[in-house]
């Protein structure tokens, strides 16, 4: 049982190139969502889903997209990488529809735009 | 709007002595449910104990319990008996089920270091 899966671990963007941040889960929960955790803020909800074919933004989703196919895969798109993107996002999931029980954390993508 | 705030960015604490990380909230909700996570240098965040508004008692799980005041809007973190892999950044966290929605709001985070 592999829980939340993240890739990359780590990655190095230049400004204004594109990629997807993938998430997976195995534990067939329907709750996923995105945050980025920024030093002295904590974390910040990007976008959200709570279900396949259903999203909805976060607190703070410009420059991000998500879909959501299928139960297990939540990927994070960044349309146009800008130096405020730079940060640790988080892909976290949650048993039930709620998310009375917590979260389930991947282990993180650190992200750099030069 | 819903805040959660964490007043101490950083303690310390002896091995094996008892610690307590402060955690304050503001909602106008009466059905809402609290979290404390930990986030130790691996950068993996772990949920360490859990506590439903609705219920009186405090939650605990083996070295820790929560003290939780409803009327004060507080949610403290106790952990006893220290040790060495308690080191970790702790992160509170609010969430309620308003209008279908599942947002959790986290605090900044305590820091905390168990010293030999």
């Known amino acids: 049982n592999a829980g939340v899966t993240q890739t990359p671990k780590f990655q190095v963007l230049k400004t204004g190139q594109s990629m997807t941040l993938q998430c997976a889960q195995d534990m067939n929960h329907e709750y996923m969502s995105w945050y980025r955790q920024d030093p002295g803020m904590g974390l910040r909800l990007i976008h959200y889903?709570?279900?396949?074919?259903?999203?909805d933004q976060g607190e703070v989703p410009n420059g991000y997209n998500v879909s959501r196919s299928t139960t297990e895969d939540f990927p994070l798109r960044l349309l146009s990488a800008a130096p405020s993107q730079t940060s640790v996002y988080f892909c976290?999931?949650?048993?039930?529809?709620?998310?009375?029980?917590?979260?389930?954390f991947g282990s993180g993508t650190r992200l750099t735009v030069v | 709007a819903q805040t959660v705030t964490q007043s101490q960015p950083e303690m310390s604490v002896q091995e094996a002595e008892t610690v307590t990380l402060s955690c304050t909230y503001d909602t106008s909700e009466n059905n809402y449910y609290l979290f404390w996570y930990k986030q130790p240098p691996s950068r993996q965040m772990i949920l360490v104990i859990r506590q439903e508004a609705y219920k009186q008692q405090n939650a605990t799980e083996n070295r820790f319990s929560v003290n939780f005041q409803k009327a004060a809007k507080s949610f403290s973190l106790k952990i006893s008996d220290s040790q060495l892999g308690d080191t970790a950044m702790y992160f509170c966290?609010?969430?309620?089920?308003?209008?279908?929605?599942?947002?959790?709001?986290f605090g900044t985070g305590t820091r905390l270091k168990v010293l030999a």
């Open positions: 889903s709570v279900g396949a074919g259903i999203t």
């Open positions: 976290a999931s949650s048993l039930g529809d709620r998310g009375y029980y917590g979260y389930t």
């Open positions: 966290a609010f969430m309620t089920p308003t209008s279908g929605t599942y947002k959790y709001i």
